[in-house]
């Protein structure tokens, strides 16, 4: 990229031209070439972006110069990083130059030159915060637009919750954190997670307890909500309460549908009544009652569900989106044979309700990318002669039609989430794919919802391959250094929550949904103990290991050095776990506009690398590689043994065709991740184009200008706004297009089965 004002002089010589302030804003370091006055004049503007500046002597005399023009090999050893930094003190002399001019009774030149220092200090006040924001408002920021794929950033909401968020990461640029991470940050050595939400006390993702809001009562906007008695009312408050979630932290929230199903008895009971009543002139017969009673439950489940359905798609929250809600299916947790029947009635008309979808704009059934579904797999469900086979059955259809529900192992997950009683657990993810860790509260009982996760900071395990050069020792030193580098960085995070009010977020902290405190209470009982946790996320291990061993992951030494990486990454959060009692665990980050800038840094630091630093994406977590043949049961055995080792939270999937006419086949997939893996995902295809009905795979495709553009396949249509594209992006749904990385990922992918 070559500054902007070149452009008239170097014209089309040049494929990019940008402000000068983004040309220092992107640079890992400044060489000015000159004398003094050029060294230093430079060095006010590089300081301003805190970036390192080399003088190179092109002048006389060069007092600041660190080159002479005949040492520039030196230069070498700039790129391999063998250089130190000295700091040096930066001193303004306008007030004495004031004086002066004021001493010799020049005061109109005085004058002009107060208009001066002003004007000036204008113009350095102006920093790229103003201008990724006006950017934002006309639509013209890429970068932003494609942030996030669930929010249209046309919308005056979520523009709102964006201006916010660039005003909140320039404050955690400038005051939160020191210099070195947000260097590190920038250079995609590591990504502090969600910086556009930090300026406040928020929190990342939750099982908020629908149990204690419901049974116990609640507040919402000073408005006392009692106890419901129907599954309707039920369902509606609850939905209510997602809102005021979502806008009270930035990551997801999961509830489940246990906590509903009592309701549906405390609906029977109220229905049983009113037939009665109604039937008393014509009927006693228990049959006949009990036959309309039923039929009435049945439709009041019907719509207490599309309530949910049609609430969470509708609603826009504080942060101008959708509600991230994941709803879980777990009929092992209900407390007795009734609720258990009920629930697999609440659960039928979810997925009945799922397969149908909801309609867009044109009156075509879309998938809808909220509410996911947590589908857990037991006994009960999960053989042919299982009492609730049929719900597996449904389940199977609707994930072929709708790419949800995902599917968690009870039996995985019993076997290896053990609590300090020796007892083995099963519980949902918060939101995509966060999981707690095993707990046990003050009354000796394992405790789930009420629970969250404190927030995330992710280390970029590529930049230390390429960093290291290959050799070994170099490596796992630079590993060491960067872990503490993230350490530092999530003590940050945990120091920002802690001294937070229950009154920042009454809903959460004060009404049930995460604790009952006191007004003025502070939360940090809660960021101890195990009660939260706080996220060690690592991504790029396939690359990582090819880097430095030449063998994949699913080579026998690529997987051996990949499960060393695993284990030394997990003998760190249990080090801090120990000497802080802050729940710090491993988690496998599902980076989504992060992995094209991610990968950008590495080109950038480190050139292209066959294998490593060529695509313009990195892969997530442990996963093998988008592009890597290998078939679906394969893939998740593999990846079965580094989940384990992600007791953060993590998620594996495999990408399949259109499986809507061979059912047989997706559940013999959901059948081996019942005795093979904790949890994973089936990625089917459901797309629409409004151009001319086309339903199946909307095609990725190159344009004239080599970009990435999605085209209906029968009628050839490009135009985004007419069509709906629903692409798992990286465990939930997105539904608003993705980054150039992301879409080259996404085109990229091969199937497994």
Known sequence: AMCDEFKPIFGELCSKYISEDELYRCASVVIAIGGDGTIINCAKKASAFSKPILGINAGRVAFMAGLESQELEYLDRLIAGDYTVDKRMMLSASIMVENQIMANGAFEIAKNYVKYRYTRSLIRKTNTTDDR???????????????????NPTVNSVQRDYMAGEVSKDLTDRYF????????????????????????????????????????????????????????????????????IASNQYGGQTITLTHLAPFVDESRRRIR??????????????????????????????????????????????????????????????????????????????????????????GQWITPAFPKLLYILEEDNIHEDSKYWYLTELAAKCTAKRMVPDYISEKMMLANKIDK??????????????????????????QYFGRFNQGVVTLNLIDIACSSKKNMDKFWKIFEERLELCHRA?????ERLKGTISDVAPILWQHGALARLKKGEKIDKLLYGGYSTISLGYVGLWETVYHMTGKKLTEQEGKEFGIEIMKYLNTFTKKWKEAENIDYSLYGTPIESTTYKFAKCLQQRFGIIAGVTDKSYITNSYHVHVTEEIDAFEKLKLESEFQLLSPGGAISYVEVPNMQNNIPAVLSVIKFIYDNIMYAELNTKSDNCQACG????????????????????????????????????????????????????????????
Request: proline share 3%; with cysteine; charged share 25%.
């Open 421 to 446: 009683n020796g007892d083995g657990n099963c519980y949902p993810c918060m939101g995509c794919r966060s999981f707690l860790t095993p707990y046990v509260n003050a009354d000796g009982k394992p």
């Open 133 to 151: 924001i006006l950017s934002l408002i006309e639509c013209n920021n890429e970068e932003v637009k494609q942030e996030n794929s669930n929010k």
């Open 694 to 753: 086309y339903e199946g795979e909307i095609q990725i495709v190159t344009d004239k200008n080599g970009k990435l553009v999605w085209e209906c396949p029968q009628c050839r249509n490009r135009d985004q706004r007419k069509m709906n594209v629903a692409r798992r992006t990286c465990g939930y749904i997105g539904t608003q297009y993705w980054n150039a990385g992301r879409t080259q990922e996404i085109k990229e992918r091969v199937m497994h089965l």
């Open 273 to 362: 009544k009113e037939v009665t009543r109604e039937l008393k002139p014509i009927t006693s017969d228990e049959k006949y009652i009990e036959l309309i009673t039923e039929s009435r439950v049945k439709e009041e489940v019907k719509r207490g569900v599309q309530t949910i359905q049609y609430q969470i798609n509708t609603l826009l929250t504080a942060n101008g989106q959708t509600p991230f809600v994941s709803i879980s299916m777990y009929l092992g947790e209900a407390k007795d044979t009734r609720t258990k029947d009920d629930l697999a009635l609440i659960i039928e008309e979810v997925l009945k309700q799922r397969i149908q979808g909801v309609k867009n704009e044109q």
């Open 490 to 494: 999530l003590r940050i995070r945990h």
């Open 177 to 244: 954190l020191p210099a070195d991470i947000v260097e590190a940050h920038k250079q995609g050595i590591i990504h502090f997670h969600d910086a556009d939400y930090f300026a406040q006390h928020m929190h990342n993702c939750d099982l908020w307890n629908l149990e204690d809001m419901l049974q116990n009562g609640t507040v919402i906007n000073n408005t006392l909500i009692e106890k419901p008695h129907s599954f309707a009312t039920a369902c509606n408050i609850c939905t209510q309460i997602m809102a005021q």
